[in-house]
């Protein structure tokens, strides 16, 4: 098999797996922080009922977070080495550039969110409430850096400016970090990642909070029935204004990526001839063998408005920017693989505009204070569908990173740096087949590891947690060991 393609094929495994804990990550620690800040206020207007509620739920989803903390960590570190395994023609070329944001990155996830998760944890009764709602806001606000900051190197990839490239070396210089961190497609970007982020923990929520509606074994009126009704809700809010956030923040990075990728956007829509007006296909097929769709269902003028603003706007297409490339960067193909970028950028809107439909549905059915029951109409077909709830704003984010790398191919750093020249010197395919085969089977661990203890915490319900205390004591409790113990 072809060294550049295997290379390829296992970056674009850790990524992707990894990705499936990073905006989970980010959208529970923010939803943790929202959930415990809600108990504080309703604590100090004297409801103390609602606010115990809400800081149990807040409890059970710091745990769904610190699992999934974990685990991103792991893969991160794998994701990190594979510049080194597999990349490292292009680490030597980037490694000034890109070095920094790492540098940052792990600053804050090994030291910033690690420590403060861990005082959120253990200082649970032990810290003044208001000192111990600041660590999980800490958190919060750490991986959101966290995530514009790597963010930024992507974003170089994509749009590389604030470098010079040293001609003794040939090695690409950092200018200005400044500057690579306001790089216009990271400011583009970084709110649709984290819009996409905040749908992907507001699903988990949501889907938690309905299994325990309708699984049974909740009286209406009971206290578990309460909290769960309030986390569905939460998590199907959080769902839908991640969505509303996306397709406006998606807005404005695709008119980022009309300008400085225009290649991307013609393969979102594989259009071959420059046009006026240019429709977005819905549905398109094309026979194997054949690039171009012999059948599709168009919206007119939607890709011109997609891109430039204008429903009569003019595309660029993809024959007359290959001769533009070929032009200034010399002889070559410069198409990316047409299938991907069309389906990628579809399935990205589908998937995640059905994850804020079914949002909205369980908004409209438990609406005005109306009980989700195993007696509800479309109980059960909505039972069925929990299991997939989480995975449809992960299924979206991970679409939209298959669109924007396969898209910018056959580049590295557009316009600067090969694909086919970043592979390591001397890399053979069986080592890359083994390390494949290596990190899939210890990935597969950790899926599994990952589903196992995030269902026994879901399925234990809401933690039985005293509230923080209103100020320090020395010592710690028996049963806050135990508790620790038992479950971790």
């Given amino acids: 098999m072809d060294i550049e393609l295997l290379t390829r094929l296992q970056f674009a495994v850790t990524t992707l797996y990894h990705y499936l804990f990073v905006p989970l990550s980010i959208s529970l620690s923010l939803s943790a922080a929202l959930l415990q800040s809600a108990?504080?206020?309703l604590h100090r207007r004297g409801a103390a009922q609602r606010s115990a509620r809400y800081g149990r739920l807040a409890l059970l989803t710091g745990k769904l977070l610190m699992v999934t903390f974990a685990v991103g960590v792991v893969t991160g570190l794998v994701q990190e080495f594979q510049f080194g395994l597999s990349w490292s023609a292009f680490a030597r070329f980037y490694g000034d550039v890109f070095g920094p944001t790492l540098a940052?990155?792990?600053?804050?996830?090994?030291?910033?969110?690690?420590?403060?998760l861990g005082l959120w944890w253990f200082g649970r009764d032990r810290l003044p409430r208001a000192l111990h709602l600041a660590t999980i806001w800490v958190v919060a606000v750490g991986t959101t850096i966290s995530a514009f900051v790597i963010l930024a190197a992507n974003s170089f990839m994509q749009n590389p400016v604030a470098y010079t490239v040293d001609e003794a070396t040939g090695r690409a210089r950092l200018g200005s970090f400044r500057d690579l961190l306001l790089?216009?497609?990271?400011?583009?970007?970084?709110?649709?990642?984290?819009?996409?982020?905040?749908?992907?923990?507001?699903?988990?929520?949501?889907?938690?909070?309905?299994?325990?509606?309708?699984?049974?074994?909740?009286e209406p009126s009971s206290e578990p029935f309460a909290a769960f009704r309030a986390l569905s809700r939460f998590g199907a809010w959080l769902t839908l204004a991640g969505g509303g956030a996306t397709a406006l923040t998606g807005d404005v990075l695709?008119?980022?990526i009309t300008r400085v990728q225009p290649m991307k956007m013609a393969a979102a829509e594989a259009l071959y001839e420059t046009t006026t007006a240019a429709p977005f296909s819905i549905f398109a097929y094309a026979p194997p063998g054949q690039d171009r769709p012999t059948f599709s269902i168009e919206v007119p003028g939607l890709l011109s408005f997609l891109a430039k603003g204008s429903f009569t706007a003019e595309v660029s297409g993809l024959k007359d920017l290959q001769e533009a490339y070929a032009a200034q960067f010399g002889p070559g193909d410069y198409t990316p693989w047409i299938p991907a970028a069309f389906w990628s950028f579809r399935l990205m809107i589908g998937v995640g505009m059905l994850a804020?439909?079914?949002?909205?549905?369980?908004?409209?059915?438990t609406r005005s204070g109306r009980p989700l029951t195993v007696d509800t109409r479309l109980?059960?077909?909505?039972?069925?569908?929990?299991?997939v709830l989480p995975l449809l704003p992960l299924a979206a984010n991970s679409f939209g990173w298959i669109f924007t790398e396969t898209g910018r191919q056959p580049w590295l750093v557009l316009g600067l740096f090969r694909t086919a020249d970043g592979v390591s010197p001397g890399l053979t395919a069986g080592e890359v087949?083994?390390?494949l085969l290596a990190f899939t089977a210890v990935y597969g661990a950790l899926a599994w590891a990952?589903?196992?203890?995030?269902?026994?915490?879901?399925?234990?319900?809401?933690?039985?947690?005293?509230?923080?205390?209103?100020?320090?004591r020395d010592g710690a409790r028996a049963e806050d060991d135990a508790d620790v113990a038992l479950t971790y």
Avoid at 104 to 116: K, Y
Avoid at 456 to 471: D, F, I, S, Y
């Fill in 356 to 365: 804020a439909a079914v949002a909205l549905v369980h908004l409209w059915v």
């Fill in 450 to 472: 990952w589903t196992v203890l995030v269902t026994r915490l879901v399925r234990a319900g809401l933690p039985a947690e005293p509230a923080p205390r209103e100020g320090t």
């Fill in 183 to 218: 790089n216009e497609v990271n400011l583009a970007a970084f709110p649709h990642t984290l819009a996409g982020s905040v749908m992907a923990g507001g699903a988990l929520l949501m889907a938690v909070g309905v299994w325990h509606l309708l699984r049974g074994g909740h």
């Fill in 104 to 116: 940052v990155e792990g600053m804050l996830a090994f030291f910033l969110e690690a420590t403060f």
């Fill in 39 to 41: 108990s504080v206020l």
């Fill in 254 to 256: 695709g008119k980022v």
């Fill in 379 to 387: 109980a059960p077909t909505v039972l069925w569908s929990v299991p």
């Fill in 433 to 435: 087949v083994v390390s």
